[in-house]
Nanobody, 120 residues
Framework: QVQLVESGGGLVQPGGSLRLSCAAS????????MGWYRQAPGKQRELVAA???????NYADSVKGRFTFSRDNAKNTVYLQMNSLKPEDTAVYYC??????????????WGQGTQVTVSS
């Protein structure tokens, strides 16, 4: 089985920064895409940033220039550096790994989510 463990959420004032981490573990042979999604109360889950195994990264327009996604393939870990945070960034942030090949087959997995609250 594959587990995604997220960390780094919390409460921050507007204009502040947070860094999220997500580590994938289990009988993993390879991972295709990894990324971060978020879901605010009453809204649908949306893509924040994600990359393929080849390294290309996509960002939501709302976070371009403020958030930086990075990926360490050797550690099956992704990071999200969030700067200049705004109250509208408040949401539960979820890590996703797609196209995961394990010893038992292919799958897509989600982390448990980490709360990010931007408030004064």
């Amino acid at each position: 089985q594959v587990q995604l463990v997220e960390s780094g959420g919390g409460l921050v004032q507007p204009g502040g920064s947070l860094r999220l981490s997500c580590a994938a573990s289990g009988s993993i042979l390879s991972i295709g895409a990894m990324g971060w999604y978020r879901q605010a109360p009453g809204k649908q889950r949306e893509l924040v940033a994600a990359s393929t195994s080849g390294g290309s990264t996509n960002y939501a327009d709302s976070v371009k220039g403020r958030f930086t996604f990075s990926r360490d393939n050797a550690k099956n870990t992704v990071y999200l550096q969030m700067n200049s945070l705004k109250p509208e960034d408040t949401a539960v942030y979820y890590c996703n790994a797609a196209g995961v090949l394990t010893t038992t087959g292919w799958g897509s997995y989600w982390g448990q989510g980490t709360q990010v609250t931007v408030s004064s």
